[in-house]
């Protein structure tokens, strides 16, 4: 227990073994001219001229859960700028939009395909990119996120490949979606998503084998939080990180969202933790704060008492860690409905949600080169 909250710490084999990511890696480069297609750097995804907020906000959550896959130095950027309707690609964006087949570029897909990506590339290196939806043949919010995931798969440089002998991805053809189905990667698509950004070189051939890996494991170390578990009910709010093979991704979970309203004056405040790991699988754990000024929607988040243990060790009595950087992360942040983010304060990114009646309880996790970490709060 830190200050109340139940914390936590695992470590078992639930990865991506290297011989099956070679196996996708090796298929997905044949699909692609016999090398790994990949950007030399983050493309910003753009919106076209048109798009309605429904398809800005579908299109961003489709690409925080690529950006969840990617390494923290490698995040696709999201501008809602509207770029030209046209099929000319801009460079260094992907351009994304929502319209019927007949709109589209004529080489893009036949007549049954309900998306499509199209590319321009140099030596194995892409410099733009298009992905269009027919949001009349695609209903329903999840399969709409669904499709975007598996065209801007398409755009950052995967191919197809064969379901029958790499069944685990969402770039199976014909409309097959696997697991994208309940709005998350598979496990396999996240392993390939970290191994091309940060393993190999963009136009790499796809004859590579292990060495060209580094060190791979299928074992992963988790390390989680639990704030307001009450049994038989849905209030509690989940939080923390995974790391596996040097990348780290943080997480949080919750039910029922709630929107922060707008007051004339007063603030709303809430305590609780922050648990995280650094890029060596060292735990971090701390103290979180937040207060909002109900005025301006506007406020501050700190992360204080910050310490860490050895790697892949769980996170030990309060105190018996040593102080993780200064021992203190402080931002400002802004409300937006039910959601809220950085504005402001020192490096990293910060994305929460509030939940519960009146806001009870928020969860949220902060990315950075040095730390992912996942939190959650209680109202005070």
């Known amino acids: 227990m830190h200050d109340g909250v139940e914390v936590g710490h695992v470590r078992f084999r639930d990865g991506v073994s290297a011989a099956e990511l070679l196996r996708y ?11 790994v297609e990949r950007w030399s750097s983050p493309p910003t995804v753009r919106m076209v001229a048109g798009s309605t907020a429904q398809d800005g906000a579908d299109t961003f959550q489709a690409v925080r859960l690529i950006n969840s896959a990617l390494p923290a130095n490698w995040q696709l950027h999201f501008d809602d700028t509207p770029t030209a309707r ?35 590339r140099v030596s194995g290196r892409l410099t733009g990119a298009g992905v269009a939806v027919d949001d009349a043949r695609v209903t329903g919010e999840r399969r709409r996120i669904a ?13 197809h490949v064969d379901p029958n002998a790499i069944p685990n991805t969402i ?13 998350i990667l598979s496990g396999l698509d996240v392993a390939a998503l970290y191994a091309v950004h940060d393993r190999l070189q963009p136009g790499e051939s796809g004859d590579f084998d292990m060495n060209d890996l580094g060190p791979w494991s299928d074992v992963s170390t988790h390390v989680f939080g639990r704030i307001g ?11 923390g990180a995974v790391w596996q093979n040097g990348n780290v991704r943080p997480w949080a979970l919750a039910f029922n969202p709630s929107v922060l309203s707008q ?9 609780g933790r922050l648990l995280g790991l650094t890029p060596r699988a060292e735990t971090v754990a701390g103290a979180a704060d937040m207060t909002v000024q109900l005025a301006t929607l506007h406020g501050t988040i700190d992360f204080t008492g910050l310490e860490r243990w050895a790697a892949h060790a769980g996170p030990g009595t309060l105190g018996t860690g040593t102080q993780w950087g200064d021992g203190d992360l402080n931002y400002r942040i802004a409300v937006q409905g039910a959601v809220f983010h950085d504005i402001g304060g020192d490096a990293g990114k910060i994305t929460g949600i509030f939940y519960g009646s009146n806001q009870q ?8 080169t040095d730390l992912a970490a996942g939190f959650g709060a209680q109202r005070q």
């Open 25 to 35: 890696l090796r298929a997905d480069a044949r699909d692609t001219g016999g090398v």
């Open 86 to 120: 046209t099929a000319t690609l801009d460079p260094g964006v992907i351009k994304v939009g929502f319209a019927p087949r007949e709109q589209w570029p004529t080489s893009c897909g036949g007549p049954r395909t309900i998306g499509c990506a199209w590319t321009q």
């Open 147 to 159: 499709v975007l995931l598996h065209e801007l798969l398409h755009a950052l440089g995967r191919g």
């Open 171 to 183: 770039m199976h053809p014909s409309g097959d979606l696997g697991e994208s189905e309940h709005l």
């Open 229 to 239: 578990y009450i049994p038989g009910r849905y209030e509690a709010v989940m939080f």
């Open 263 to 271: 007051r004339p004056s007063g603030r709303a405040s809430w305590a």
């Open 361 to 368: 309880r928020i969860g949220g996790t902060l990315r950075r």
